[in-house]
């Protein structure tokens, strides 16, 4: 067939060649957060259009039978590629009448919903299958909903990393035939000219490159040439099957071939980066505290979650950490956020009520065999909200081997909530410290005398844990008002666990005495379990008046 003519200065060419603040690197960066935010029939669909417009190349050269999808989040482009198969059939020199789209997700909860809202008779053309693309189970099961012998383009658009993108060429390459199209998604993701946020993943590129170089990636040529109209998110990613796939014996003898991938023209290597420029403590609207960042950063490094659920997506600054990290991220929120890391194809947005969402995407996780790694609780900051929250983790399944971290565990309202569970129940509950980063009282004025941050950790194994977590089921809870009530008696004032919290709280950010307050006495009574480390972690965090004071009334030698 007469293809168009390829525009020859592709996009990152382009971008090398331009200053940061000049209007096409401007161009760029607006397309980029653009195209995440995209729909097609009212559902998210998040890819460039001159990348739609060169599939519709692709498919009436190859006319497929079976588009097979690796990789379909919430279904915008599983309608699109349906709607196309459709619509190309019409005419005349079309060979099959199939036309059927196989997509594939490790979660295809939010694509059943968004294809059941757009069109209720989508079965009729489209198979939804959820499993893992790395797990060889699966590929028996796609098998099994493609006919023998049936033309099949794949498009691969998992999570973007070097271990998902060769699982997905060495699992389903063998599907595509000789002259038929194999396309690797989001490749730019490796090209730090193109990459626009720190929380993108990366290894598409190298993945390419290696499976090339074995014998069943010999069987295949990369096609530049198809990439018509410069701007594409696929640099390097359309692989077209030029012969049949070796025997083993031809694997044992004939050596693969040279595959190397041209190198990006006047592509200047990447400025040294600082080493102080932390992502954690960039500007972006993220309601945590630098400490909190930190702590956040390091269990997450350490962790490196497969699995990972956020309650609470808000702005979306947590989000972006933990989707550095994590293979998968599903995040609950009531509003879905409008920022350019929910179109990342290993983040799936869940909108709606948690105390519906929650125990209904536990309830997959656990009847897949699935463990979540990591949980983040910072939706419903009311004391019933946070407990719910906790239970329905505590009483899945699905949380089994966990690390889960609360947000804003200083707060009064939190607290509670985080109090009123018998922790000891849970056998796989091995460890808990609700207050592993201290929380703050606000000078802010408009929560001014609040108590605010603070993160606590819970950890739940089956197997003995590799922390020294003996005995802390029955001191590990430090309450708020006793933070406060440390810190008051620092200060100089005699406190007891019958203080008013609320009135502490507003005279502690005021400077001003309780109407309770009574000189200290000689012999501070016993401190019932208040960890003073923390206390005095706390205290630093206090209005500068309120430390002055402490300095101040501290008597002189």
């Known amino acids: 067939m007469s293809f168009p003519p390829r ?5 990152a060419t382009a971008f090398a060649a331009a200053t940061e603040n000049s209007a096409f690197a401007t161009y760029w960066r607006e397309r980029a957060e653009q195209h995440v935010l995209d729909s097609y029939v009212g559902v998210s669909l998040s890819k460039f259009p001159e990348d739609l417009r060169a599939y519709e190349h692709l498919l009436w050269d190859q006319q497929p039978d079976i588009l097979l999808e690796l990789g379909c989040q919430h279904g915008g482009s599983t309608l699109w590629f349906r709607d196309r198969l459709l619509a190309l059939a019409r005419y005349e020199g079309w060979t099959n009448q199939v036309c059927r789209v196989v997509a594939v997700d490790i979660d295809i909860s939010s694509a059943r919903d968004h294809l059941t809202s757009a069109d209720p008779d989508w079965e009729d053309r489209i198979t939804l299958i959820e499993g893992d693309i790395c797990d060889p189970a699966l590929v028996e099961r796609v098998r099994a909903e493609i006919p023998s012998g049936a033309n099949t383009m794949v498009v691969e658009d998992s999570a973007h990393t070097e271990h998902t993108t060769r699982c997905a060429l060495e699992n389903f390459a063998d599907f595509v035939p000789v002259h038929g199209y194999f396309v690797v998604e989001d490749g730019l993701v490796d090209i730090d000219a193109l990459r626009i946020h720190e929380n993108w993943p990366r290894g598409v590129l190298p993945a390419v490159d290696r499976w090339l170089e074995s014998p069943a990636g010999g069987c295949f040529e990369q096609r530049r040439d198809l990439e018509f109209y410069g701007v594409t998110s696929h640099p390097f990613g ?4 030029t012969s049949a796939a070796p025997s083993a014996s031809d694997a044992e003898v004939k050596p693969p071939p040279s595959r190397v991938r041209p190198a990006v023209a006047a592509n200047p290597p990447a400025p040294p980066v600082s080493k102080a420029a932390l992502p954690m403590l960039a500007a972006t609207p993220w309601q945590m505290s630098p400490g909190e960042r930190a702590a956040l950063e390091g269990i997450l490094a350490q962790c490196k979650p497969s699995l990972a659920l956020e309650i609470g997506t808000a702005e979306g600054g947590s989000l972006s950490r933990i989707a550095e990290y994590a293979d998968e991220v599903h995040s609950i929120d009531l509003v879905e956020p409008k920022l350019a890391v929910a179109g990342l194809p290993h983040v799936n947005i869940h909108t709606g009520d948690c105390r519906q969402l929650l125990p209904d995407l536990l309830a997959r996780f656990a009847a897949s065999g699935r463990n979540i790694d990591f949980a983040l609780v910072d939706g419903d900051h009311s004391a019933a909200g946070v407990r719910q929250d906790i239970i329905d983790l505590l009483d899945s399944d699905a949380v089994s081997e966990t690390v889960i971290v609360l947000h804003d565990t200083i707060n009064e309202e939190v607290r509670r909530g985080i109090d009123d569970i018998d922790y000891a129940a849970y056998e796989k509950v091995r460890f808990c410290d609700f207050d592993a980063v201290p929380g703050t009282i606000s000078v802010d004025a408009d929560y001014r005398g609040q108590f605010w941050g603070g993160l606590g950790v819970i950890i739940c194994t089956r197997t003995e844990p ?4 003996a005995g802390i089921m029955n001191e590990r809870i430090v309450r708020p008002d006793a933070v406060a009530m440390g810190a008051r008696a620092l200060a100089g004032y005699e406190v007891n666990r019958n203080t008013d919290f609320a009135e502490l709280a507003r005279a502690s950010a005021s400077n001003q005495p309780l109407a309770s307050d009574q000189p200290l006495a000689s012999e501070l009574p016993e401190p019932a379990n208040i960890p003073w480390r ?19 009334d501290r008597p002189r030698a």
């Open 7 to 11: 525009i020859h200065t592709d996009i």
């Open 534 to 552: 923390t206390v005095l972690a706390a205290l630093a965090t206090f209005p500068g008046r309120l430390r002055r004071r402490v300095r101040r």
């Open 466 to 469: 590799g922390v020294a977590a």
């Open 238 to 241: 359309i692989l077209r099957r």
